[in-house]
C-alpha cells in the first residue's frame, strides 16, 4: 500500500470506500462494518481500517447515504438575526433536542432580508434536509411555498398567534406588554408611555403595545401616550430619548415600556448624556425580549424575557414529531408565556 497508490487514488477523485478497502486489504463490507457498526469488528482489523481512512483522506458522503436511505439526519433552522440573542437562544435550544433526537442542525442567518430567507430555503431544499425550522422575517413567509410544494415539513418560531395550517410556536407579546406595564403600575407609576413602532410592521411590537395599553386602561388614574419610533435598534432608542429629553419634567412619562431591549439601551444612553433625569427617580423603564446585547448598559435594564431557548426545543420537538409521523400528523400551534426580571432601571439601585 504505496505512497503513490495513495497520490494515484486522491488524483483521480474522491476517494471511495472501494479504495479503502483495498488499501487496508479487506472486503467492502468490513469498511462499511467499521463506519457503521464499529462493534461488530475485531481491533486488529479496526485500526487498520481506519489508519487507511486517515491516510487516504476517505470522507463520507452523507448526501448520497440519505439519498440511498431515503431520509435525511439533518435539520436546518433559518433565522432572522443571529446578531440578536433571543434568536441565538433559539438556536441552542432547537440544537439540544436535536442532538438528543440523534439530528445534525445546520443555521442560516438570513440577516433580515426576505430574499436571503428565500435564497436559504431553496438551498436547504435542494439539500433535501429532513425539514426546516423558520424564524422569518416579520410574518414574510417569502420561501416557504417550495417546502411545502416538496413535502418538507416546515415550523414556524416567533410564529404570528394566528397562524394556521402548519406547526408554529408563538411568544405571548400581548401578555409581555401587559407584564411591562402591570410592573411600572405596581412601582407607582402613573404616566406610561410606549416607546416602539412602527406597529403596523411588526406584530410583536403592536401586541406588546396592545398588552400594555390594556394594563393601564385597567388601572385607576393611569394614562397611557405612545412614542412611535422608527426600529427597534439602538438608534432608534436615542431618536426617542432625544425626543423625551426635550420635554419639560412636567410632560415627561414616569415609566416607560420599550418594545425591545436595544431600543431601551438607547433611550437610556441620550437620556442620561443630554439631562440630569435618572432611572428609576424621574423615569421608570422596562423593556421587553432580554436581549443581552443591552447588558452592557450603564442602567442594568429591567426585562420581560421571551423565552427563546424554550422556543427552539419546542419548535425542532414539533419539527421531529411531524417526521416521525408523516402523513398522520397533525399540526400544532404552541405559544409561551414571557417572564419578568427586574433590575436597577424600575427598582433603583440599592433594591436592584
Do not use: W
Not at 410592573?183 to 402613573?190: F, K, M, Q, T
Not at 385607576?220 to 429629553?245: C, K, M, Y
Not at 443581552?292 to 426585562?303: G, Q
Amino acid at each position: 500500500m504505496s505512497e503513490a497508490k495513495t497520490r494515484r487514488t486522491r488524483s483521480s477523485g474522491a476517494v471511495t470506500m472501494s479504495d479503502v478497502a483495498q488499501h487496508a486489504g479487506v472486503a467492502l463490507g468490513t469498511v462499511s462494518k467499521v463506519l457503521n457498526r464499529p462493534d461488530h469488528v475485531t481491533p486488529v482489523i479496526l485500526e487498520r481500517v481506519r489508519a487507511s481512512i486517515i491516510e487516504l483522506g476517505f470522507v463520507r458522503n452523507r448526501a448520497a447515504i440519505s439519498l440511498a436511505a431515503g431520509v435525511s439526519n439533518t435539520v436546518a433552522f433559518v433565522l432572522v438575526d443571529l446578531a440578536n440573542s433571543y434568536f441565538t437562544d433559539m438556536s441552542r435550544g432547537a440544537e439540544q433536542c436535536a442532538t438528543e433526537a440523534g439530528k445534525y442542525l445546520v443555521l442560516a442567518n438570513s440577516d433580515i432580508a426576505p430574499e436571503k430567507q428565500r435564497s436559504y430555503i431553496e438551498y436547504f431544499d435542494e439539500e433535501q434536509v429532513a425539514g426546516v425550522l423558520l424564524a422569518p422575517v416579520g410574518e414574510n413567509m417569502l420561501g416557504i411555498d417550495r417546502l411545502d410544494r416538496s413535502h418538507r415539513p416546515v415550523v414556524v418560531l416567533d410564529a404570528s398567534p394566528d397562524l394556521t395550517g402548519r406547526c408554529a410556536v408563538s411568544a405571548d407579546n400581548r401578555l409581555a406588554g401587559r407584564l411591562a406595564a402591570q410592573h411600572l403600575l405596581e412601582r407607582g407609576c402613573r404616566h406610561i408611555a410606549f416607546v416602539g413602532g412602527p406597529l403596523e410592521q411588526s406584530r410583536p411590537v403592536a401586541d406588546r403595545y396592545l398588552g400594555a395599553r390594556e394594563a393601564v386602561a385597567e388601572a385607576p388614574g393611569a394614562t397611557f401616550e405612545h412614542i412611535s419610533s422608527p426600529g427597534v435598534v439602538v438608534d432608534d432608542g436615542r431618536h426617542v430619548g432625544n425626543i423625551l429629553s426635550d420635554r419639560p419634567a412636567a410632560a415627561l412619562p414616569d415609566g416607560v415600556v420599550a418594545a425591545a431591549d436595544l431600543l431601551a439601551l438607547g433611550l437610556v444612553q441620550a437620556i442620561l448624556n443630554r439631562t440630569e433625569y435618572r432611572f428609576p427617580d424621574d423615569i421608570a423603564l422596562i423593556a421587553c425580549d432580554d436581549n443581552r446585547s443591552a447588558n452592557d448598559s450603564v442602567v442594568p435594564i429591567s426585562t420581560i424575557n421571551l423565552p427563546g431557548h424554550e422556543m427552539g426545543r419546542a419548535g425542532m420537538t414539533l419539527l421531529l414529531e411531524e417526521l416521525a409521523d408523516g402523513a398522520a400528523h397533525v399540526h400544532r400551534h404552541v405559544t409561551l408565556a414571557p417572564s419578568l426580571t427586574a433590575r436597577e432601571s424600575t427598582l433603583g439601585r440599592h433594591l436592584g
